[in-house]
């Protein structure tokens, strides 16, 4: 009897994870409005106070390496030889203003900035597999294991819901950085980038490029008002032909249509100015010109100045680039930092001059970390994509992070009622570098977000003739010691 090959499982396993994703988004479709749940056996959810009104996550897709990163370990330079099981961190570790936090070299802007945030060492994720990383990035933007039975709400848009605009002409939630077209999974990416049974209207706003956002909400040039006014009303007759209709409930058709006149609102009002980049200051832009992200960076300041609620910034996940270090890992880290090193530090800066940070919590977060050792062996064979595990270094594409590591990951978190300088959680001193105090799982650092954006982890919405919460099953617990002051649910 043959076996099928390493290949062909993934690809079954793929194909019959976004099967599920599809039809739980098809099925969606036809919900009714999510009515708020209320126990009839229990008191209505208290909302508790917020410490932040806005929210800004700093996505670094692909798994950003804690030992390379914000939790440095024992430094083994690159020598030719040297046992692959030995090295720990490929950067040595420098100080930050904070005499008891140090992080690692190439994070120098970073490091000054520390005294405003929070590190956490300890924030641990189930083992899904290796195959998708999209699989984590869907448990970690919605808070549940996919597939489920029906397409998950991004955090964004539960924060877009529940609170809903601070400025009713801006996007109450923002997507900078990712496309969804032209990268590898783009179709899992999709399917967690939406505000699933919610509503079109509760979805983000997507920026691929921040340099373009002016364009996308800019009247086409030449178009005068009454031309714009009649596209506009034109789009509505599209979602009304769309193939989609049939399947679409009156209240998801109702949403789609919001979330046109929202657009249309938008075009119309002086706030679209934020989106322009190319209208900052040529000083200031230069601290964030160091690529995309940073300036997705810049854009996400100029858009919570403005009233945005929730931003997210990306990397940008693509198979086998960025922080998805299966080969060169230390070599790429070396990229990446320097485009996120200045972007990061000068955007909490910024906040905080404009004196924005304090009710503005920012998030920086991955999908896990990252380990020298391969599936429990040496070295990588995903290094070269061909060789058998390496004992030893060889070559500097073996000089790096490369296995997928869930057992402890780092998350910083500055402004926003969080306690500065401070160190939360820790992970092993010796291999397998396993959180060791203070675990944090997905669905209690969620709590924690939610609980200081004034939302109470076991808000629930009545969907599929069940309630389905903020955090899985209601039960997420905030980790309350990470801010100065948070009230109770």
Not at 14 to 40: C, D, I, Q, W, Y
Not at 134 to 154: D, I
Not at 375 to 402: C, F, I, R, W
Request: hydrophobic letters at 40%.
């Amino acid at each position: 009897m043959q076996h099928p090959s390493k290949t062909e499982l993934e690809f079954e396993i793929r194909r019959e994870f976004l099967k599920k994703l599809a039809a739980a988004s098809v099925t969606t479709l036809g919900f009714g409005a999510p009515r708020l749940h209320a126990s009839m056996d229990a008191p209505s959810v208290q909302h508790p106070a917020a410490t932040a009104d806005s929210c800004i996550v700093l996505w670094m897709g692909g798994g950003m390496a804690a030992p390379d990163t914000f939790d440095p370990k024992r430094y083994v330079p690159f020598k030719e030889g040297v046992p692959v099981a030995e090295i720990e961190s490929t950067f040595p570790s420098i100080d930050t203003v904070v005499d008891n936090i140090k992080i690692t070299e190439g994070l120098e802007h970073i490091a000054k900035v520390m005294d405003r945030a929070t590190l956490i060492r300890s924030h641990v994720l189930p083992d899904l597999g290796s195959i998708l990383h999209s699989r984590h990035q869907f448990h970690w933007h919605t808070g549940y294991v996919p597939p489920q039975t029906v397409a998950c709400p991004h955090i964004g848009s539960w924060m877009a819901k529940v609170l809903g605009p601070l400025n009713p002409v801006m996007p109450a939630f923002v997507n900078i950085g990712q496309r969804l077209e032209g990268v590898g999974e783009q179709e899992e990416l999709k399917a967690f980038t939406t505000a699933g049974f919610f509503g079109s209207e509760y979805g983000p706003l997507n920026l691929p490029f921040p340099e373009e956002a002016a364009q996308s909400v800019r009247p086409p040039a030449g178009m005068d008002a009454g031309r714009f006014t009649n596209r506009q009303k034109l789009f509505k007759k599209l979602v009304d032909s769309s193939p989609q209709r049939e399947y679409m409930s009156d209240f998801q058709y109702e949403s789609q249509l919001r979330s046109i006149e929202n657009a249309y609102r938008l075009l119309s009002s002086k706030e679209r100015e934020a989106f322009d980049i190319s209208l900052e200051p040529a000083e200031s832009y230069a601290k964030y010109d160091t690529g995309r992200f940073g300036r997705g960076c810049l854009l996400a300041r100029r858009l919570v100045e403005n009233g945005a609620r929730f931003v997210e910034v990306t990397t940008e996940y693509v198979p086998f680039l960025n922080w998805d270090t299966h080969a060169d890992g230390h070599t790429t880290l070396q990229r990446m930092k320097k485009e996120i090193d200045q972007p990061i530090a000068q955007l909490i800066l910024d906040l905080e001059s404009r004196g924005l940070l304090n009710r503005t919590l920012v998030i920086l977060a991955s999908e896990f970390s990252r380990d020298m050792i391969m599936e429990g062996k040496p070295g990588s064979n995903a290094a070269d994509q061909t060789s058998e595990p390496v004992e030893s270094l060889k070559t500097m594409k073996h000089y790096g992070q490369h296995r997928h590591f869930t057992g402890a990951s780092c998350v910083v978190m500055w402004g926003g009622g969080v306690v500065g300088g401070q160190l939360y959680g820790a992970s092993a001193v010796e291999r397998p570098f396993v959180a060791i105090d203070k675990p944090l799982s997905v669905t209690d650092l969620h709590a924690t977000i939610f609980n200081a954006m004034g939302i109470s982890p076991q808000t629930a919405f009545d969907i599929e003739q069940r309630p389905f919460y903020a955090t899985e099953d209601g039960k997420g617990q905030p980790a309350r010691d990470i801010f100065r002051k948070i009230n109770a649910s």
